[in-house]
């Protein structure tokens, strides 16, 4: 199966790479107040399935079938890890460490783990201003659009900083099981998880979000003293802070140094050789991505069912795990043996 994106779900995992975290914190500790329950009082999907915030990963795979991605919460075990998504995950992690170091910090508590993805975060400014032009694996997060008090948490493969135009690029590495070119439903995935990254990137920037708003979104006390291992690692690196509240404050002024991202390009490798594709560059659009952004909000807080593919592209079901059991696929078919039985009637 060419069309299956084998890194998109790639985020938490290789955060967790990134951060190598040797204590698990319980998820539950991190759940967000809002929203929590529909009109009906039935808990919403975004603290069912994703603890009150969304990766970009489940906003970009809802292009492709927000029904299949609503069984992969609910009916978990049908897709299980296989060669393709493991080489996937090591092409990545390839790439990662070439660029930097990895280093093993343990963790006790939320405010330790949003230490290391701020931190995470401060490396690649730190890189970019010391005089590397390649950063990767960088954390990204934020509200991305003030209509929807929603908070979104993402993982960009790669930027690349041009000094002598103080431009920043983004590059997003996509591997392939084969050579063909990817089709238009799977470059539109692509193209929504870039443009959302830049939306959270250039929101960073520019300012508009405030350690507050993600102490309340995850419920993170910005006083709370790291534990004495991110305390020591902060002070090899001569960051001599004690909290979120200043670790934060540092970071996020240092953020407002940088530029805004110029250029959206998604990098197509090809997993028998690693060798690259294709590029392709996407034209960011504010206007379409906040369409989709909204409208697939409303799934995640319980406003309208998932939605399953159309017709035009019932392709996808083909090369679906859910197929035999999807209802809104009988559905579908049902409606359209119907319409044939309508027009062959007035025929
Ligand atoms: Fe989506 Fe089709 Fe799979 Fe149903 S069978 S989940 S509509 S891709």
Known sequence: NNEIDFDDEDDELLLKS?????????????????????????????????????????LSSQSWCEQQMFYKFTIPGVIEENPAMTKGTDLHLARELAAHDVVQVQVTSNEDIWAIKVLNLLTAINAFQFGQTIAREVPIFGVPFKEEDIFVVGLIDELRFDPENYTIDLSELKTRTSRMNPSKAITKQH???????????????????????IAKHLRLDLNKEFGDQIVKHLEEKTIIKKNLNDLMDHVFEKMQSLTCINQLHVEYVYQGTAETLSHVTHQYDEGEIKTLYLDYLKFWKGERSPIGVEIEEAWKCQRCDFESICEWRTKKSEECA?????KNHLE
């Open 338 to 342: 119907q319409r044939n039985i309508q």
């Open 18 to 58: 990134v951060n190598e975290c040797e204590a698990e914190v319980t998820k539950n500790s991190t759940k967000a107040q809002f929203p929590l329950t529909s009109g009906d009082g039935q808990i919403v999907p975004l603290q069912k399935f994703r603890h009150g915030y969304l990766w970009v990963s489940d």
């Open 191 to 213: 193209k929504i998880q870039v443009m959302l990254y830049k939306r959270l990137f250039d929101n960073l920037v520019k300012g508009t979000l405030s350690k507050n708003t």
